[in-house]
């Protein structure tokens, strides 16, 4: 009887074994189902995600964070991750927003997810533009203060005006959008993309909502606070210092004087103290190896031959000096970097492809944007929800088509008045070609979590500045050229990440589309304003040395000499060291991607180690100390090092950064700090003392 019981189990279950794995397989999902938590709550449909408040909540914070994007562009370039940021803040403006309307009785729409996920799209899309708008790469670079740094022939540039950057960015910023629309399928369910940092920041978003996950929001936005107040009135106690130039805590000769001289310093900024807390260990030691590397050794060394590799009565700031080799070995270890990660996230790209299509056409699907995936008995719970969700409110690709076609027409009819050595061909090849990158761009970011739109700009920058060349503008031409490129393939790869947390957060792609274009919208407007606020408040912006040299816009400028006259513009011997560093590069890359895991971390990242060869390794210092403080934080305390880290880090960058603002507005005000704390060597001091005794 048992036998037979067990007979027809199997015959009608298919297989009693399996079934029974099945089955425990299927309760173990829902024991760690998120979507089970919240299975009880109501998805409000996409018009419901995009309430008043959140975008009043994401129009505040995109000021915030766009001050810092923008502060971080002037003065080194390197830019954390500010998702983390984002998220907490908007979870906390916006759950104390609704917890003063339920007191008062007037909430009339509670605070959900999926309108912390607007939230978090919209501030990332607008800070964003802070980014890839260029004000401190290839825009500035066509300035003329960069100009006259980087070339003795300073007569291509175009200086900065409000009103055309403005303009440019909305021609521009959109188009990366609407290329994307119709492979949102493809990439988020079809194929399965992980969108690392998207999918960080829908996991952070989840746990908000959570009983569990709001008491520790509120613990982290307190430490937050705490931290942000320090390091508020640190910078504003600091400002009382910089009377003059060599001024103030941040000219602290910390390691000694002649350490000093080749910008071996801690600068007491809480601002990269907290970068340097987010980044990897291995970027920052990255950052201060290439440090010792060019300011302890090369720069040295190479000084000594003035007089034989460069004439010695040369500018400071001549490129066919010592600074030709500073900018010019940068580049190449940049580009070096840049092209082998090019290279291998498109071989993975197409890879990849190459096995999912290979995958649907054994199961003859086709993934098509507005079909739905063919169904599966092992696809979970979460997965199910998810992507009916995710497919229930369609973007057609007939209107992202058309919406393409459209900006692009107008942008191409746009610009070349706005730069005239930008011919309306050139932005049509760029068009035409975009979204195939924009698609690569993307792709490559949801393997790797790697956007590679600064190599793709380059790319834009040498083709279109060599077909210009020097005698039609190709320096602006490049620049320009770099600009409509990294915008496309930027906004590209971050609209899709943004759609992968739309897809774990059960947000709806139209929320995400909408959100993304108000937010790029507010990016094209706030970011160019602050620009100009740092603009009009630092007569020294762009300049060597000052407090906001803008370092990568002479780089993004000299590449585009470079791609215009071709090697003649390099120095003596400069040549031959760029071939060792654009070598040193990919060999770098290829031990590390030849080593297990366990090895590869402690492989030094080039591209960090290029940042310091132009404008010092002071923030290399800054920045290990913050790894120094994590790592001890983690040895002491793992879990509370994890759980607060992050809102430490971002209290350090907030406050510092937001101090700029009340800075920049005495700066106008012409209200100068009242003392010079400098410092001097032993033998000036008395040269000094002895003329004032005198």
């Known amino acids: 009887m048992e036998h037979n019981g067990r007979d027809e189990i199997k015959v009608e279950n298919g297989c009693g074994f399996e079934d029974d794995h099945e089955q425990k397989r299927r309760e173990k999902e829902e024991g760690l189902s998120v979507e089970r938590i919240f299975e009880n709550q109501e998805v409000p449909s996409w018009r419901n995600q995009l309430t008043l408040r959140a975008f009043v909540v994401s129009f505040v914070l995109s000021i915030l964070f766009s001050i810092i994007v923008m502060k971080l562009n002037l003065t080194t370039g390197v830019i954390p991750s500010l998702n983390v940021s984002a998220g907490l803040l908007g979870f906390f403006f916006t759950k104390t927003w609704t917890k003063f309307l339920e007191k008062s009785g007037l909430l009339k729409q509670p605070f959900t997810r999926q309108e912390n996920t607007v939230i978090q799209t919209c501030v990332v899309a ?23 740094q980087t070339t003795d022939d300073s007569g291509a540039f175009k200086n900065p005006s409000l009103s055309w950057i403005i303009g440019f960015l909305f021609v521009v910023s959109f188009l990366g959008l609407f290329s994307v629309v119709p492979l949102r399928k493809i990439m988020i369910v079809d194929f399965k993309l992980t969108y690392p940092s998207g999918t960080a920041t829908a996991l952070l978003i989840n746990s908000f909502h959570t009983p569990a996950g709001a008491k520790l ?46 910008q071996f310093f801690f600068d007491f900024s809480s601002t990269y103290v907290g970068v340097g807390m987010i980044c990897p260990y291995i970027i ?4 201060l190896l290439g440090g010792i590397l060019s300011w302890g050794l090369m720069w040295p060394l190479i000084d000594t031959k003035k007089g034989d590799w460069f004439p010695a009565d040369l500018k ?18 940049t580009l070096g970097d840049g092209l082998y990660n090019f290279f ?15 995958r649907r056409y054994v199961i003859n699907a086709l993934p098509i944007a507005d079909r739905s995936s063919p169904e599966s008995s092992r696809i979970s719970y979460d997965d199910q929800r998810r992507t009916q969700l995710f497919l229930k409110d369609q973007i057609p690709t007939w209107f992202a088509i058309a919406g393409y076609v459209a900006i692009a027409a107008i942008s191409t009819a746009t610009l070349p008045q706005i730069f005239h050595e930008l011919k309306w061909y050139y932005i049509l090849v760029i068009y035409i070609f975009a979204p195939i990158l924009a698609f690569c761009n993307a792709y490559g970011c949801g393997l790797t979590d790697w956007s590679l739109a600064s190599t793709y700009g380059t790319l834009a920058i040498f083709s279109i500045g060599a077909w210009a060349g020097s005698s039609q503008g190709g320096v602006i031409a490049g620049l320009a050229a770099c600009g409509v490129m990294m915008n496309i393939v930027s906004t590209a790869s971050d609209l899709t990440q943004d759609f992968k947390t739309g897809y774990l957060t059960l947000s709806s792609p139209r929320s995400m589309f909408v959100s993304q274009l108000i937010g790029t919208a507010m990016g094209c407007i706030i970011s160019p304003c602050i620009f100009w606020f740092f603009f009009k408040a630092f007569k020294d912006i762009g300049t060597p040395g000052s407090e906001y040299p803008a370092p990568y816009a002479a780089v993004f400028r000299n590449m585009a000499i470079l791609g215009v006259e071709g090697f003649s513009a390099l120095p003596k011997n400069c040549l031959y060291l760029c071939y060792g560093f654009f070598g040193a590069a990919i060999l770098i890359n290829l031990i590390k991607d030849s080593l297990s895991k366990k090895w590869a971390k402690f492989i030094p ?22 790894s120094l403080i994590l790592f001890i934080w983690e040895k002491i305390d793992k879990a509370k090092a994890d759980a607060f880290g992050p809102a430490v880090a971002s209290g350090l960058i907030c406050g510092d950064g ?11 005000a012409g209200v100068k700090p009242p003392i010079c704390m400098k410092f001097l060597s032993r033998g000036t001091n008395s040269k000094v003392d002895a003329f004032l005794g005198s």
């Not at 937001?658 to 106008?668: F, Y």
């Open 658 to 668: 937001i101090w700029t603002l009340p800075s920049s507005i005495l700066a106008l």
């Open 284 to 287: 920052n030691i990255s950052v």
């Open 126 to 148: 607008s800070c964003g533009v802070g980014f890839s708008g260029g004000f401190g790469t290839y825009l500035f670079g066509m300035s003329e203060i960069v100009a006259k």
């Open 316 to 333: 400071p700031n001549s490129l066919h000096g010592l600074q030709g080799y500073k900018v010019f070995i940068a580049i190449a270890l």
């Open 217 to 262: 929001a509120k613990k982290q936005v307190r430490v937050l606070g705490k931290f942000f107040t320090f390091s508020f009135l640190w910078s504003f106690f600091q400002w009382f210092y910089t009377a003059g130039d060599g001024c103030g805590f941040d000219n602290f000769p910390s390691l000694g004087l002649k350490a000093y001289e080749n």
């Open 344 to 358: 291998k996230v498109l071989s993975q790209t197409l890879a990849g492809l190459f096995y999912q299509f290979r």
């Open 605 to 626: 990242n080039p591209m960090a180690m290029a940042i310091p060869f132009y404008i010092g390794s002071y923030f290399a210092i800054d920045m290990c100390v913050g």
